[in-house]
């Protein structure tokens, strides 16, 4: 069983900076698997956010954090961070982080497939 270990979240004002992460622990290909997050404001969609696949391969954005977000994994401590700049108050949210054996297009897969955080809320202000 894989469990996953969110921190970070908090709130910030528009045009701040922070940065989530997540830590991986249990039984799952170490070498290879996809992490990343998804969030989800009130009244809305759980939506992706970035994904990330460990080993130094590729990784995937919503082009509403395109040139913004960063994410990142440190192979060594199975723990990947998301550095989330010029936040705006659309990024609000509570944001999963979620591990899989792959990166999926498809919501449904990742809920199927992947395991998740608790959930760390996000809140920016103006």
């Known amino acids: 069983q894989v469990q996953l270990a969110e921190s970070g979240g908090g709130s910030v004002e528009v045009d701040g900076s922070l940065r989530l992460s997540c830590t991986v622990s249990g039984k799952f290909n170490v070498d290879f698997y996809c992490m990343g997050w998804f969030r989800q404001a009130p009244g809305k969609e759980r939506e992706a956010v970035a994904h990330?696949?460990?080993?130094?391969?590729?990784?995937y954005y919503a082009d509403s954090v395109k040139g913004r977000f960063t994410i990142s994994h440190d192979d060594a401590k199975n723990t990947a961070y998301l550095q989330m700049n010029s936040l705006k108050s659309e990024d609000s949210a509570v944001y999963y982080c979620?591990?899989?054996?792959?990166?999926?297009?498809?919501?449904?897969?990742?809920?199927?497939?992947?395991?998740w955080g608790q959930g760390t809320q996000v809140t920016v202000s103006s």
């Open positions: 979620v591990a899989a054996p792959r990166y999926y297009q498809d919501y449904d897969r990742w809920v199927r497939f992947g395991s």
């Open positions: 990330i696949y460990t080993g130094g391969g590729s990784s």
